[in-house]
């Protein structure tokens, strides 16, 4: 898909008078039509819903907007549930989706009515100990060999989510013998998939074990959700997931199991993040120096701390020289922060345009996974966030951070 920006140069030039790089930005509406499309896409099931993983941009004042057109949240740790809570989110808005879980966090999630998704078969357990089973209990199922697995992920065998399909049954029928009533089922195997067939087989995947717990338990499970893991197309010549194809292929397997079974009404649920920020975020920074040694390094005022991706995974984020956009790229570099740290490149033997110190650089799909996964390492502060209005303006969403906010856990 062709990369685009919401800005031109003059407009970031002015912001970085008041915001100095880097900072993060978000394109509002952008963001909101495109999850106002997810929801159209499956207008057709019932109680539809997208618990927006809050890992993916953990900043309320996107998912109080997120929340004003029906999201939900998607937590998994305590600070995630307070933030769920001050954007306005409410019990059974948020689904808790943990995993390897201390008790305080399941206590949180019980006190807030939450959703709580169940990891394993020893939490059952754990969880009625600590905090008491609530009304509406959900597993996450692993598949194991039965489904192949993706890159980020890996295959399900590997990974350390869910429950195993024996257990699967096992922890429901115990839930059953305990009195519980309200039953969800919930997986999530792949990350940043970009194949929609996948997601259709995963509903298939869940629509026939729904069908095989209301048969084997006389259970008859609520919801189910598919997790997250839509993939973005990251390189310009990538394709984004096709949500209308991908509804219409999970509707036709919600007829054939759900209906054909009066197993109605089943609410299908998502938890996606990448998908609903990630191509709408932008990582502004400049360039400080150029380097030329064995090869060109271009260093940037942004470090992996602002985006890890790159270094993580070996990802690809596009990067556009803001008013060098129609100049022919002409030179390969590697494009640096100033960790040390020799991976901490956002781009290697990438072909660009000619640089120029000063240069401003927007480094593309940085709004999931990107500001979330900053951190302190070699003394980097956390950078501000922006969130750029339909008529251009920007309001700061959150503030970079100081050598205060550094120094304030310490003693000495
Ligand atoms: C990370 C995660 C998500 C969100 O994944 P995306 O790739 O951002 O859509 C959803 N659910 C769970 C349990 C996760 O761990």
Redesign the pocket.
């Known amino acids: 898909m062709k990369k685009t920006l919401p800005f031109n140069k003059t407009q970031i030039e002015e912001m970085i008078k008041q915001y100095p790089t880097p900072f993060h930005i978000y394109d509002e509406q952008a963001i909101l039509d495109n999850a106002q499309a997810f929801y159209q896409a499956f207008d057709w099931a019932p109680g539809f819903k997208n618990y927006f ?1 809050v ?2 941009c953990p900043n309320p004042a996107i998912m109080k907007k997120l929340q004003e057109i029906g999201f939900g949240a ?1 937590c ?1 740790s305590y600070p995630e549930l307070l933030l769920a809570e001050k954007a306005g989110m409410t019990a059974e808005d948020i689904m808790f ?1 943990s995993n390897d879980t201390p008790a305080e966090e399941y206590k949180k999630a019980k006190d807030m009515k939450a959703i709580i998704n169940l990891d394993d078969i020893s939490h059952i357990d754990f969880l009625e100990k600590n905090a008491g089973l609530p009304e509406l209990v959900c597993f996450r199922y692993n598949p194991g060999p039965l489904r192949e697995g993706n890159a980020i992920i890996g295959t399900p065998e590997e990974a350390k989510y869910g429950f195993t399909h024996e257990q699967l049954f096992k922890g429901y029928a115990l839930l059953k013998d305990k009195g519980i009533k309200r039953f969800g089922l919930h997986t ?1 195997i792949a ?2 998939e970009l194949n929609a067939d996948y997601f259709i087989e995963t509903g298939k995947m869940l629509f026939e074990l729904v069908v095989e717990i209301k048969q084997k338990l006389d259970i008859q499970i609520e919801f189910i959700n598919l ?4 993939g973005i197309p990251y390189q310009p010549e990538q394709k984004p997931v096709d949500l209308e194809y991908v509804s219409q292929g999970i509707k036709k397997h919600y007829e054939k199991y759900i209906k054909t079974n009066n197993l109605e009404p089943l609410k299908i649920f998502f ?5 609903i920020t ?1 191509p709408y975020g932008y990582l502004i920074s400049q360039v400080r120096h150029i380097k030329e040694t064995y090869k060109t390094y271009i260093g940037l005022d942004a470090c992996m701390a602002n985006l890890m991706r790159p270094a993580l995974y070996g990802a690809y984020h596009h990067i556009t020289i803001l008013g060098k956009e129609k100049q022919p790229s002409v030179k390969e570099v590697d494009v640096t922060g100033s960790l040390c740290e020799n991976n901490d490149k956002f781009a290697i033997n990438r072909l660009l345009p000619d640089f120029d110190i000063g240069d401003i650089v927007a480094i593309h799909d940085a709004g ?2 990107g500001y979330a996964m900053g951190f302190n390492y070699n003394g980097k502060l956390r950078s501000a966030e922006l969130l750029l209005h339909e008529d251009g303006s920007v309001t700061q969403i959150r503030r970079a951070e100081t050598i205060d906010d550094y120094f304030a856990t310490l003693n000495f």
């Open positions: 993983a890992k993916a998607d998994s989706s999530m990350s940043n997790g997250g893991g839509i938890e996606c993040g990448r998908v990630g999931a996974h």
